[in-house]
T-cell receptor
Framework: GDSVTQMEGPVTLSEEAFLTINCTYTATGYPSLFWYVQYPGEGLQLLLKATKADDKGSNKGFEATYRKETTSFHLEKGSVQVSDSAVYFCALSANTGGFKTIFGAGTRLFVKA | DTGVSQDPRHKITKRGQNVTFRCDPISEHNRLYWYRQTLGQGPEFLTYFQNEAQLEKSRLLSDRFSAERPKGSFSTLEIQRTEQGDSAMYLC???????????????FGNGTRLTVT
């Protein structure tokens, strides 16, 4: 079945460091790909999405490019802030998957001042 | 847009008791989802409604679990004869389906944390 694998955390960075969180997927159809974020004490919210190959999703300085050839959707940010400390979830939704969204296990990010 | 609301925020119950959770989606959203999340894991899909029709149920959803969305608005998730393994965060999400059902992002509530003692 469809699945998402993302790098284990926690990831600890200093402020202004470069961030990469790896995400790869397996899907039988043509999925849409998402990154969701969960800040401390808050619910999950959409960070960015890409709906077809080579699309780049971006929001709040974060970017991810839909790479069909490597089945990847890595999340990047050039300069992280303390306020970016959160849990990040990679997810997919496929037209053959009954419209449900499948999530990775999440990667916790700590950013130190 | 008042967001997705879930009630209660926390529920502590004894093993063997029944519990019911409520979800109020964003009003114009016709799709509603229930997920379960345990510590250190991502949300796991439980079930999905389009309007009042329950279109898909996960194999995770044993026959002790039942969900309804009677008028295509709010939804309830009931767990009968709770077990300690049911302890988790139960998340509700809704989506509009705009741009295609599988392109439309989910809007989550803050969840109901269930503890079974």
């Amino acid at each position: 079945g469809d699945s998402v694998t993302q790098m284990e955390g926690p990831v600890t960075l200093s402020e202004e460091a470069f961030l990469t969180i790896n995400c790869t997927y397996t899907a039988t159809g043509y999925p849409s790909l998402f990154w969701y974020v969960q800040y401390p004490g808050e619910g999950l919210q959409l960070l960015l999405k890409a709906t077809k190959a080579d699309d780049k999703g971006s929001n709040k300085g974060f970017e991810a490019t839909y790479r069909k050839e490597t089945t990847s959707f890595h999340l990047e940010k050039g300069s992280v802030q303390v306020s970016d400390s959160a849990v990040y979830f990679c997810a997919l939704s496929a037209n053959t998957g009954g419209f449900k969204t499948i999530f990775g296990a999440g990667t916790r990010l700590f950013v130190k001042a | 847009d008042t967001g997705v609301s879930q009630d209660p925020r926390h529920k502590i119950t004894k093993r063997g008791q029944n519990v019911t959770f409520r979800c109020d989606p964003i009003s114009e959203h016709n799709r509603l989802y229930w997920y379960r999340q345990t510590l250190g894991q991502g949300p796991e899909f439980l079930t999905y409604f389009q309007n009042e029709a329950q279109l898909e149920k996960s194999r995770l959803l044993s026959d002790r679990f039942s969900a309804e969305r009677p008028k295509g608005s709010f939804s309830t998730l009931e767990i009968q004869r709770t077990e300690q393994g049911d302890s988790a965060m139960y998340l509700c999400a809704s989506s509009s389906g705009q741009g295609g059902a599988y392109n439309s992002p989910l809007h989550f509530g803050n969840g109901t944390r269930l503890t079974v003692t």
